[in-house]
């Protein structure tokens, strides 16, 4: 990957995709004290940041994984396949534990939750800038142990068979969401999360919802104690 770091007088032309109009004020205030960044577009869509994004001459894409329709990975691939030389940088509330990965498989270059403090996130953004990965001590060190306990002869858990939209549902369903509250924080209809959950439960060859309810919270549980 090439070396973007700004020049002092050229600062990097940053693009937030948050679908939370407040946070992309906060975020962009917070990344314009600093004189080697500036941020120049914003989105709260994967169809708004495709289209900002081809317009832009942009050094740096900062994607939260909840955005409006599409979630901000299918906006990863897409960005990978258009720009596979723009470098994306997730920022979001998702777990790392559980998206990490994915969203690396995806295209992005680093990955940073939201509740890291302003300067590890000012880290991140330079690090990705520079050509190079970004991700957290713990993240890394999990990534590797997958690998090497790693058994190239098995097959994928049953997890793996979820699309990222349903592992986002599941995960949501694992942490007490109802139905109708996932609709809301994925900003999308319940007919919607209703056919996920029984996308799910083919995956995972659950019988019922009340299958369904004990799998997502036992995986919840069994992630956090990892």
Known sequence: ?????????APARLCIVDDHPIVRRGLAQ???????LHVVGEAESVDEAVA??????????????????????ELIKRLQAEQPDLPVLVLTMYDERFYAERALRAGASGYIMKHEAT?????AIRKVLGGDMYLSEQAAQRMVRTFIDSDPRDVS?????????ELEVFQLLGQGCGTREVAELLHLSVKTIETYRANIKQKL???NATELMQRAVQWVQV????
């Not at 917070?30 to 080697?36: G, K, M, P, S």
């Not at 992630?223 to 990892?226: D, E, P, V």
Request: hydrophobic share 40%.
């Open 1 to 9: 990957m090439a070396d973007r770091t700004a020049s002092a007088d």
């Open 30 to 36: 917070l990344i314009d004290q600093y004189a080697d």
């Open 52 to 73: 900002v994004l081809r317009e832009g001459d942009f050094d740096l894409a900062i994607v939260d994984l909840s955005l409006k329709g599409l979630s901000g990975l």
């Open 119 to 123: 300067e590890k996130v000012i880290e």
């Open 157 to 165: 858990s049953p997890i793996e068979r979820l699309s990222d939209r």
């Open 205 to 207: 060859h659950l019988q």
């Open 223 to 226: 992630s956090r104690s990892q």
